[in-house]
Nanobody, 122 residues
Framework: QVQLVESGGGLVQAGGSLRLSCAAS????????MGWFRQAPGMEREFVAG????????SYADSVKGRFIISRDNAKNTVYVQMNSLKPVDTAVYYC???????????????WGQGTQVTVSS
């Protein structure tokens, strides 16, 4: 079992930046690939970014490529997403997720955090 707790959401103006953090429980954090997802009102939850267990491989949705950076610190059991050049369309609840296995992938996540709201004003 992995428990995930996100933090770092908030209100930011367009063009600004935020960094979300996700702290994970357990002693085998590096054995999980991690991902960030988001869900806007009335929309389906979508994959934003993923990172392999070692952090050596990452993957991004086209909509955030070049603006968002996912990283992890396995010593701290924490995964981050640095969000730059934010746009109003990035407004959503952002979720952290863990996937059994170390390969980065946009699907197949087993464990989810409770989500953190990100609101980008125009």
């Amino acid at each position: 079992q992995v428990q995930l707790v996100e933090s770092g959401g908030g209100l930011v103006q367009a063009g600004g930046s935020l960094r979300l953090s996700c702290a994970a429980s357990g002693r085998t954090f590096s054995s999980y690939a991690m991902g960030w997802f988001r869900q806007a009102p009335g929309m389906e939850r979508e994959f934003v970014a993923g990172i392999s267990g070692t952090g050596g491989r990452t993957s991004y949705a086209d909509s955030v490529k070049g603006r968002f950076i996912i990283s992890r610190d396995n010593a701290k059991n924490t995964v981050y997403v640095q969000m730059n050049s934010l746009k109003p369309v990035d407004t959503a609840v952002y979720y952290c997720a863990a996937r059994t296995g170390t390969d980065v992938h946009p699907t197949g996540y087993n464990y989810w955090g409770q989500g953190t709201q990100v609101t980008v004003s125009s």
